[in-house]
């Protein structure tokens, strides 16, 4: 408890203390200048695997409790079935839906995320706290509840080893990375890149008119140079996509299940090297398909909106 509580405790002076300082002009790890703390959307093989904040070779880092778990919270992020293998039990890396190590536009960039937090969770009704949400990606998006027994069954007491707490090494490690990302922004303000994966209400097909087939024909088209006509994902060197769906992908509780969550990340995140060029319709049609195909299953899906309404493209929940 007392190397959680001494994490806790410095994670804010991260965010407070440095939001006062001139961050230098970001550039990416390979020398190219930008014009902004993000890789751009659009971007090219130069760039494609490239990060502008690395805090492996940031040198005002140093060798304090803190900064080595910044500097492992971003190895987490990047390896996470490898670095947190006790939480893991899917093949999915928080960078796979996060590109470019959380630094690149509209892909879900995290960069001055952290100083929003706490924020309100509408899919829990309660305020989150950075940790929680961490949490939350743990047990949805890696599938963290596949280690423990079917049917739903709690954890013994004791038993933490089993599913990810607040306090668990692993989730302060990825908050320190994340709080770090948050240097230079200002605390409370909401970055203008975030939120930028959502597709107008204007252009939402209803879920009922999807049509998975479509959505499989485009896929097949366009999808298996990275993600393999399988959805298992295609290795690259030494990196590969996560698996789309199947035993080792997210399961049924994490926010990818929203066919219009989904939707949008592909509208605006992919293809790779090519994103935007899928149509609003298309990207929804790619989203209902990979949603139509198998994966675990959440356990606590009945704890999930109980205050709030159920959104309507929560497919896995309409027979609860």
């Not at 300082?21 to 790890?29: A, D, F, G, L, Q």
């Not at 890789?39 to 990060?51: K, L």
């Not at 304090?64 to 390896?79: A, E, M, Q």
């Not at 509208?267 to 790779?272: E, I, K, L, W």
Request: with cysteine; aromatic share 8%.
């Amino acid at each position: 408890m007392a190397r959680a509580g001494s994490i806790l405790s410095v994670l804010s002076l991260v965010i407070f203390s440095s939001a006062c300082s001139r961050p230098p002009r970001p550039m990416t790890s390979s020398g190219v200048p930008l014009a902004g703390p993000l890789i751009p959307a659009r971007t090219t093989m130069v760039t494609a695997w490239d990060f502008p904040k690395n805090p492996l070779t940031d040198t005002t880092l140093d060798n304090s409790r803190l900064s080595s778990d910044i500097r492992w919270g971003f190895k987490l992020f990047t390896n996470t079935p490898s670095e947190a293998r006790r939480f893991t039990p899917s093949r999915v890396s928080c960078s796979n839906c996060h590109l470019n190590r959380g630094q690149r536009e509209r892909s879900l960039p995290l960069v001055g995320v952290a100083g929003m937090f706490p924020e309100y969770n509408r899919r829990s009704g309660r305020l989150y706290s950075l940790t929680d949400r961490i949490v939350d990606c743990f047990l949805r998006s890696e599938n963290a509840t596949g280690t423990i027994a079917e049917g739903g069954e709690a954890p013994a007491a004791g038993a933490n080893d089993v599913l990810p707490s607040p306090t668990s090494k692993e989730v302060l490690a990825l908050a320190a990375y994340i709080t770090w990302l948050a240097r230079g922004t200002e605390v409370g303000a909401n970055p203008p890149w975030r939120g930028q994966n959502t597709i107008p209400a204007t252009a939402l097909v209803p879920v009922a008119k999807l049509d998975a087939r479509k959505g499989e024909a485009i896929f097949q088209e366009r999808c298996p140079s990275c993600h393999g006509p399988d959805g298992q994902g295609v290795a690259v060197g030494d990196k590969k996509p996560g698996p789309l769906w199947g035993p080792d992908s997210w399961n049924d509780g994490a926010g990818a299940s929203r066919v219009y969550t989904l939707a949008g990340i592909i509208r605006y995140a992919m293809p790779y090297l090519d994103p935007g060029s899928l149509s609003d319709e298309d990207a929804q049609n790619v989203a209902a398909f990979i949603n139509s195909r198998p994966r675990p299953a959440y356990p606590f899906k009945q704890q999930d909106y109980l205050t709030e309404k159920l959104p309507v493209d929560s497919v896995y929940y309409a027979k609860r």
